[in-house]
């Protein structure tokens, strides 16, 4: 066998390319093929290296017994960002890991995947009317009309969804939310920080200061690193108080921006999951 640097040289990384690896162990040389090489290896640094990795990779119809050891273990061997379940029509994105992982009132220290539909799982309004007076919580989308979504979630990931501790907004005055309180939570609307990264459209009268203690304050990382995935000609609701009649919303040509309450829109929530 010629020495390694015999070799040609090669100026770029054939798709087919195959890197040889030695062993110290048994003394044996293996092969392996560059994508897999490229996948295993940041990964193999950090476990939360994998959070930054973008891979656009079926995992198949249903969560499998080994998946939710890897998470729950926390090394998430064999995921990434933009890994997808196909169940039953409806494609589930890994939107990010360990999201939440040590936050709220009560810590949530459960490592997690959070997955994100990639699409509407429905419509629906806010409220009746046009208000959003209750804040987020008196909505009519949190007490009954998400149910629907809600059903084909848990229809799709039973006893693999985690509960976790959310703050949610309660009241609103002058068309600002004005209270909130700590909630278990699994199936939500997504935040602006969660889309966008920021809040757009945060209302600020200058006499009292919002009532904006979300955990939610990171942008998903599935949207960072593919923003087509949070732009997907889809107008949905956010949980975001924007004044006294509309809460926030990703409008389907791809812009910030809201809604009025009684108006209809999609219902793509955020949960998360593990064992």
Known sequence: ??????????????????????????????KMTLATAAELFPASLNAMNRRNLYQEKSLGSSVTST???????GTFS?????????????????????YWHNE?????????LVI???????????????????GYVGSEMYTT????????????F???????????TTAVSSGVASAGAWYDSCIELMNQCMCYGYQPFTPACGASVPNQYTIDKQQLTLFMLNPKRLNVRVSFWLRDIVSAANFAFVYGYGNCFYNYASNSGAVRPAFPIGA
Do not use: C
């Open 78 to 98: 064999g995921l990434f960002v933009g890994n997808y379940w196909q169940i039953n029509s409806v494609y589930y994105d890994v939107a990010d890991m360990d």
């Open 104 to 112: 709220g009132d009560t810590a949530f220290t459960k490592h997690h």
């Open 1 to 30: 066998m010629s020495k390694i640097t015999a070799y040609d040289a090669a100026d770029s990384f054939p798709s087919d390319g195959v890197f040889l690896i030695a062993s110290a162990t048994n003394a044996k040389t293996y």
């Open 67 to 73: 998946q939710l050891s890897n998470i729950s273990g």
């Open 158 to 168: 039973g006893d693999a969804l985690l509960t976790h501790r959310e703050y949610l």
């Open 145 to 156: 009309n998400m149910d629907t979504a809600k059903a084909t979630i848990e229809a799709a």
């Open 116 to 134: 994100v539909p990639r699409s509407s799982l429905g419509s629906a309004q806010m409220n009746s009317s046009n208000t959003t007076e209750g």
